[in-house]
């Protein structure tokens, strides 16, 4: 009988532990995860003053623009990836009162450039023929520069902070993000239609634009990798090919 209510206990004892390692674990979130889980992190982090306009459990490229911010203004590394790190932190969180003392997290960062006047227009050539050489030539010169997601200088940038930065140094203000840039230019019906300068787009992490390029010709586009940095890659590459998107002609 002792022996039984030993197992019993044994038993039990083993079903509390493993019950309480569960409700401590901290849940890795990333781009693509969805559920009880995400909806509690878009809360949290929308009551400690992060934008999060949509808190439907799904970790799209809002939440993980806000996570990479989070992260960044508590001196974590900026992966956009809830690790235990980033949980820890949130946990402790609690609301920033911006004002006039504190200001709000923004993704501008140091270094980055800002050009006078609005944004470039939609559905229209922004690039006047003559100087592709230029934004060519000023694209070319960062390469080996490595990735970093929110990255936007030449310490580290992302697509399509690569992308801004580099038409930005030609005098060009672009949008920040992949998806608003995809809106620049004519679309093209094949790649062919291609010239150096323009934009290529393609379908990654979500549905959409979610990866940005400039074309170089010669069937070759130069781009931030996430795993290379940036670097100059073929549209026939086996693994750039199916995710092609379209091209957008920007050249005038």
Same mark, same amino acid.
């Given at each position: 009988?002792?022996?039984?209510?030993?197992?019993?206990?044994?038993?039990?004892?083993?079903?509390?532990?493993?019950?309480?390692?569960?409700?401590?674990?901290?849940?890795?979130?990333?781009?693509?995860?969805?559920?009880?889980?995400?909806?509690?992190?878009?809360?949290?982090?929308?009551?400690?003053?992060?934008?999060?306009?949509?808190?439907?459990?799904?970790?799209?490229?809002?939440?993980?623009?806000?996570?990479?911010?989070?992260?960044?203004?508590?001196?974590?590394?900026?992966?956009?990836?809830?690790?235990?790190?980033?949980?820890?932190?949130?946990?402790?969180?609690?609301?920033?009162?911006?004002?006039?003392?504190?200001?709000?997290?923004?993704?501008?960062?140091?270094?980055?450039?800002?050009?006078?006047?609005?944004?470039?227009?939609? $559905?229209? #050539?922004?690039? !006047?023929?003559?100087?592709?050489?230029?934004? @060519?030539? +000023?694209?070319? &010169?960062?390469?080996? *520069? %490595?990735?970093?997601?929110?990255?936007?200088?030449?310490?580290?940038?992302?697509?399509?902070?690569?992308?801004?930065?580099?038409?930005?140094?030609?005098?060009? $203000?672009? #949008?920040?993000? !992949?998806?608003?840039?995809?809106?620049?230019? @004519?679309? +093209?019906?094949? &790649?062919?239609?291609? *010239? %150096?300068?323009?934009?290529?787009?393609?379908?990654?992490?979500?549905?959409?634009?979610?990866?940005?390029?400039?074309?170089?010709?010669?069937?070759?586009?130069?781009?931030?990798?996430?795993?290379?940095?940036?670097?100059?890659?073929?549209?026939?590459? +086996?693994?750039?090919?199916?995710?092609?998107?379209?091209?957008?002609?920007?050249?005038?």
């Amino acid at each position: 009988m002792k022996k039984r209510l030993l197992k019993i206990g044994t038993a039990i004892g083993l079903t509390l532990v493993i019950t309480s390692s569960v409700t401590l674990a901290s849940p890795t979130l990333r781009e693509g995860s969805h559920g009880h889980n995400v909806l509690l992190l878009q809360k949290k982090l929308q009551a400690v003053g992060y934008k999060i306009s949509s808190v439907d459990g799904i970790y799209g490229n809002e939440t993980e623009r806000a996570v990479a911010e989070f992260q960044r203004d508590n001196k974590i590394r900026i992966t956009g990836v809830v690790n235990n790190a980033t949980w820890r932190a949130l946990q402790q969180a609690k609301k920033v009162k911006w004002g006039s003392d504190v200001p709000p997290p923004t993704v501008k960062q140091a270094g980055t450039l800002q050009t006078k006047g609005p944004l470039a227009p939609n $559905n229209k #050539p922004i690039l !006047a023929k003559g100087k592709v050489g230029d934004l @060519l030539k +000023t694209a070319r &010169s960062y390469i080996g *520069v %490595p990735y970093a997601f929110g990255g936007a200088t030449p310490k580290a940038f992302d697509c399509s902070g690569y992308l801004q930065y580099v038409f930005a140094k030609n005098g060009i $203000n672009i #949008p920040r993000t !992949a998806d608003e840039q995809y809106k620049l230019g @004519l679309r +093209t019906k094949t &790649s062919k239609q291609l *010239v %150096p300068g323009d934009l290529v787009f393609f379908t990654t992490y979500e549905a959409g634009a979610s990866h940005c390029g400039i074309y170089l010709g010669n069937n070759e586009f130069i781009h931030a990798s996430s795993s290379k940095g940036v670097r100059v890659d073929t549209l026939s590459d +086996t693994y750039w090919a199916p995710r092609y998107l379209g091209g957008k002609h920007i050249v005038k």
